[in-house]
Antibody, heavy 128, light 107 residues
Framework: EVQLVESGGGLVQPGGSLRLSCAAS????????VHWVRQAPGKGLVWVSR????????SYADSVKGRFTISRDNAKNTLYLQMNSLRAEDTAVYYC?????????????????????WGKGTTVTVSS | SYELTQPPSVSVSPGQTARITCSGD??????AYWYQQKPGQAPVLVIY???QRPSGIPERFSGSSSGTTVTLTISGVQAEDEAAYYC??????????FGTGTKVTVL
Protein backbone atom coordinates (compact mmCIF):
# COMPACT_ATOMS: atom_id res chain seq x y z
CA GLU A 1 0.00 0.00 0.00
CA VAL A 2 1.25 3.44 -0.95
CA GLN A 3 1.60 5.42 2.25
CA LEU A 4 3.02 8.60 3.75
CA VAL A 5 3.13 8.89 7.53
CA GLU A 6 4.05 12.13 9.24
CA SER A 7 5.45 12.42 12.76
CA GLY A 8 7.25 14.87 15.02
CA GLY A 9 4.50 17.36 15.69
CA GLY A 10 3.79 18.77 19.13
CA LEU A 11 3.63 21.83 21.34
CA VAL A 12 6.55 24.27 21.09
CA GLN A 13 7.12 27.76 22.44
CA PRO A 14 7.44 30.77 20.13
CA GLY A 15 11.00 31.02 18.90
CA GLY A 16 11.55 27.30 19.32
CA SER A 17 12.39 24.56 16.84
CA LEU A 18 10.83 21.31 15.72
CA ARG A 19 11.70 18.67 13.10
CA LEU A 20 8.94 16.88 11.27
CA SER A 21 9.43 13.55 9.49
CA CYS A 22 7.44 11.82 6.78
CA ALA A 23 8.03 8.10 6.22
CA ALA A 24 7.18 6.75 2.78
CA SER A 25 6.31 3.17 1.90
CA UNK A 26 4.78 1.16 -0.92
CA UNK A 27 6.46 3.08 -3.75
CA UNK A 28 9.89 4.12 -5.01
CA UNK A 29 10.39 7.22 -2.86
CA UNK A 30 13.47 8.39 -4.76
CA UNK A 31 11.41 8.73 -7.95
CA UNK A 32 9.12 11.41 -6.54
CA UNK A 33 9.26 15.04 -5.59
CA VAL A 34 7.78 15.68 -2.15
CA HIS A 35 6.02 18.60 -0.50
CA TRP A 36 4.98 19.95 2.86
CA VAL A 37 1.54 21.59 2.97
CA ARG A 38 -0.04 23.05 6.10
CA GLN A 39 -3.52 23.91 7.28
CA ALA A 40 -4.19 26.20 10.22
CA PRO A 41 -7.24 25.37 12.35
CA GLY A 42 -10.39 26.10 10.37
CA LYS A 43 -8.43 27.52 7.43
CA GLY A 44 -7.43 26.45 3.96
CA LEU A 45 -4.46 24.59 2.54
CA VAL A 46 -1.18 26.47 2.25
CA TRP A 47 1.84 25.18 0.36
CA VAL A 48 5.04 25.31 2.45
CA SER A 49 7.93 23.69 0.61
CA ARG A 50 9.03 21.23 -2.09
CA UNK A 51 12.11 19.12 -2.73
CA UNK A 52 13.05 17.32 -5.92
CA UNK A 53 13.88 13.63 -6.28
CA UNK A 54 17.55 13.70 -5.29
CA UNK A 55 17.34 16.65 -2.90
CA UNK A 56 19.35 19.00 -5.10
CA UNK A 57 16.57 21.53 -5.58
CA UNK A 58 14.19 23.05 -3.04
CA SER A 59 11.62 25.82 -2.96
CA TYR A 60 9.78 27.57 -0.14
CA ALA A 61 6.80 29.80 0.47
CA ASP A 62 7.83 33.34 1.36
CA SER A 63 6.28 32.95 4.81
CA VAL A 64 8.78 30.26 5.84
CA LYS A 65 11.84 31.12 3.75
CA GLY A 66 14.93 31.40 5.94
CA ARG A 67 13.23 29.65 8.89
CA PHE A 68 12.28 26.22 7.51
CA THR A 69 14.51 23.70 5.74
CA ILE A 70 13.24 20.75 3.73
CA SER A 71 15.44 17.71 3.21
CA ARG A 72 15.18 14.02 2.40
CA ASP A 73 17.04 10.75 2.95
CA ASN A 74 16.24 8.44 0.07
CA ALA A 75 18.07 5.54 1.75
CA LYS A 76 15.61 5.83 4.64
CA ASN A 77 12.60 6.72 2.47
CA THR A 78 12.03 9.75 4.68
CA LEU A 79 11.27 13.44 4.17
CA TYR A 80 12.05 16.06 6.80
CA LEU A 81 11.08 19.61 7.66
CA GLN A 82 13.32 21.47 10.10
CA MET A 83 11.35 24.38 11.52
CA ASN A 84 13.21 27.13 13.40
CA SER A 85 12.14 30.47 14.88
CA LEU A 86 8.58 29.22 15.13
CA ARG A 87 5.72 31.70 15.41
CA ALA A 88 2.13 31.39 16.57
CA GLU A 89 1.03 31.65 12.94
CA ASP A 90 2.92 28.43 12.15
CA THR A 91 0.34 26.52 14.19
CA ALA A 92 -1.23 24.03 11.79
CA VAL A 93 -1.62 20.46 10.67
CA TYR A 94 1.39 19.69 8.45
CA TYR A 95 0.87 17.25 5.59
CA CYS A 96 3.49 15.66 3.38
CA UNK A 97 2.45 14.85 -0.18
CA UNK A 98 4.20 13.36 -3.19
CA UNK A 99 4.39 14.72 -6.71
CA UNK A 100 5.28 12.50 -9.68
CA UNK A 101 8.75 13.47 -10.88
CA UNK A 102 9.01 15.30 -14.23
CA UNK A 103 9.38 13.34 -17.44
CA UNK A 104 12.39 14.70 -19.33
CA UNK A 105 13.61 14.23 -22.87
CA UNK A 106 16.73 15.77 -24.32
CA UNK A 107 14.80 18.90 -25.22
CA UNK A 108 12.42 19.55 -22.35
CA UNK A 109 10.82 18.37 -19.13
CA UNK A 110 7.13 17.86 -18.45
CA UNK A 111 6.32 18.66 -14.84
CA UNK A 112 3.41 17.23 -12.89
CA UNK A 113 2.86 20.11 -10.45
CA UNK A 114 0.21 18.16 -8.53
CA UNK A 115 0.16 16.02 -5.39
CA UNK A 116 -1.33 12.57 -5.87
CA UNK A 117 -0.79 10.96 -2.44
CA TRP A 118 -1.02 12.65 0.94
CA GLY A 119 -0.26 11.64 4.50
CA LYS A 120 -2.76 12.10 7.32
CA GLY A 121 -0.81 14.99 8.85
CA THR A 122 0.89 15.89 12.12
CA THR A 123 -0.18 18.79 14.34
CA VAL A 124 2.17 21.59 15.32
CA THR A 125 1.10 24.05 18.00
CA VAL A 126 3.22 27.11 18.72
CA SER A 127 2.19 28.66 22.02
CA SER A 128 3.61 29.81 25.32
CA SER B 1 3.43 34.77 -6.11
CA TYR B 2 -0.12 34.80 -7.40
CA GLU B 3 -3.55 34.10 -5.98
CA LEU B 4 -6.35 31.71 -6.81
CA THR B 5 -9.84 32.84 -5.81
CA GLN B 6 -12.77 30.53 -5.11
CA PRO B 7 -16.29 31.20 -3.79
CA PRO B 8 -16.47 30.38 -0.07
CA SER B 9 -19.49 28.13 -0.41
CA VAL B 10 -21.76 26.35 -2.86
CA SER B 11 -25.02 24.64 -1.95
CA VAL B 12 -26.67 22.00 -4.09
CA SER B 13 -29.50 19.48 -3.77
CA PRO B 14 -28.79 15.77 -4.22
CA GLY B 15 -28.79 14.76 -7.88
CA GLN B 16 -28.19 18.31 -9.09
CA THR B 17 -24.97 19.77 -10.53
CA ALA B 18 -22.43 21.72 -8.49
CA ARG B 19 -19.99 24.05 -10.22
CA ILE B 20 -17.01 25.45 -8.36
CA THR B 21 -14.93 28.16 -9.97
CA CYS B 22 -11.32 29.13 -9.43
CA SER B 23 -9.91 32.35 -10.86
CA GLY B 24 -6.31 33.42 -11.29
CA ASP B 25 -4.23 35.46 -13.69
CA UNK B 26 -1.78 32.60 -14.29
CA UNK B 27 -4.41 30.03 -15.23
CA UNK B 28 -4.29 30.68 -19.00
CA UNK B 29 -0.63 29.59 -18.87
CA UNK B 30 -0.63 26.99 -16.09
CA UNK B 31 -2.69 23.88 -15.43
CA ALA B 32 -5.06 23.65 -12.46
CA TYR B 33 -5.58 20.75 -10.11
CA TRP B 34 -8.47 20.05 -7.72
CA TYR B 35 -8.55 18.39 -4.30
CA GLN B 36 -11.43 17.22 -2.13
CA GLN B 37 -11.03 17.39 1.64
CA LYS B 38 -13.55 15.97 4.07
CA PRO B 39 -13.49 17.06 7.74
CA GLY B 40 -10.60 15.54 9.65
CA GLN B 41 -9.14 13.91 6.56
CA ALA B 42 -6.25 14.57 4.21
CA PRO B 43 -6.95 16.07 0.78
CA VAL B 44 -7.60 13.77 -2.18
CA LEU B 45 -6.72 14.65 -5.78
CA VAL B 46 -9.87 14.59 -7.94
CA ILE B 47 -8.76 16.42 -11.12
CA TYR B 48 -5.31 17.07 -12.61
CA UNK B 49 -4.18 19.09 -15.63
CA UNK B 50 -7.48 20.99 -15.78
CA UNK B 51 -9.67 18.06 -16.78
CA GLN B 52 -7.98 14.70 -16.21
CA ARG B 53 -9.49 12.36 -13.64
CA PRO B 54 -7.22 10.06 -11.57
CA SER B 55 -8.12 6.40 -11.40
CA GLY B 56 -10.72 5.69 -8.77
CA ILE B 57 -12.37 9.11 -8.97
CA PRO B 58 -16.05 8.86 -10.02
CA GLU B 59 -17.00 10.06 -13.50
CA ARG B 60 -19.35 12.66 -12.00
CA PHE B 61 -16.26 14.79 -11.28
CA SER B 62 -15.06 16.79 -14.27
CA GLY B 63 -12.94 19.87 -14.90
CA SER B 64 -12.76 22.57 -17.52
CA SER B 65 -10.80 25.72 -18.26
CA SER B 66 -11.58 29.03 -19.95
CA GLY B 67 -9.23 31.97 -19.81
CA THR B 68 -8.46 32.97 -16.23
CA THR B 69 -11.10 30.64 -14.74
CA VAL B 70 -11.16 26.90 -14.20
CA THR B 71 -14.25 25.02 -13.09
CA LEU B 72 -14.80 21.80 -11.17
CA THR B 73 -18.19 20.27 -11.97
CA ILE B 74 -19.84 17.59 -9.89
CA SER B 75 -22.76 16.08 -11.80
CA GLY B 76 -25.46 14.20 -9.95
CA VAL B 77 -24.18 15.32 -6.55
CA GLN B 78 -24.33 12.73 -3.78
CA ALA B 79 -24.34 13.26 -0.02
CA GLU B 80 -20.79 11.88 0.17
CA ASP B 81 -19.57 14.77 -2.02
CA GLU B 82 -20.10 17.22 0.82
CA ALA B 83 -16.58 18.50 1.47
CA ALA B 84 -14.20 21.40 0.95
CA TYR B 85 -12.67 21.67 -2.52
CA TYR B 86 -9.40 23.42 -3.33
CA CYS B 87 -7.90 24.34 -6.66
CA UNK B 88 -4.11 24.47 -6.98
CA UNK B 89 -1.60 25.58 -9.55
CA UNK B 90 2.14 26.09 -9.89
CA UNK B 91 4.61 27.96 -12.01
CA UNK B 92 8.01 27.23 -13.49
CA UNK B 93 9.74 29.12 -10.67
CA UNK B 94 8.77 26.35 -8.28
CA UNK B 95 6.01 28.22 -6.51
CA UNK B 96 2.83 26.33 -5.74
CA UNK B 97 -0.42 27.95 -4.65
CA PHE B 98 -3.77 26.71 -3.41
CA GLY B 99 -7.08 28.43 -3.90
CA THR B 100 -9.04 29.86 -1.02
CA GLY B 101 -11.30 26.81 -0.84
CA THR B 102 -15.01 26.18 -1.39
CA LYS B 103 -17.28 24.37 1.03
CA VAL B 104 -19.86 22.30 -0.84
CA THR B 105 -23.04 21.66 1.12
CA VAL B 106 -25.50 19.02 -0.03
CA LEU B 107 -28.95 20.17 1.03
Amino acid sequence: EVQLVESGGGLVQPGGSLRLSCAASGFTFSSYWVHWVRQAPGKGLVWVSRINSDGSSTSYADSVKGRFTISRDNAKNTLYLQMNSLRAEDTAVYYCAREPAPLCSSATCYYSYYMDVWGKGTTVTVSS
Amino acid sequence: SYELTQPPSVSVSPGQTARITCSGDALPKEYAYWYQQKPGQAPVLVIYKDSQRPSGIPERFSGSSSGTTVTLTISGVQAEDEAAYYCQSADSSGTYVFGTGTKVTVL
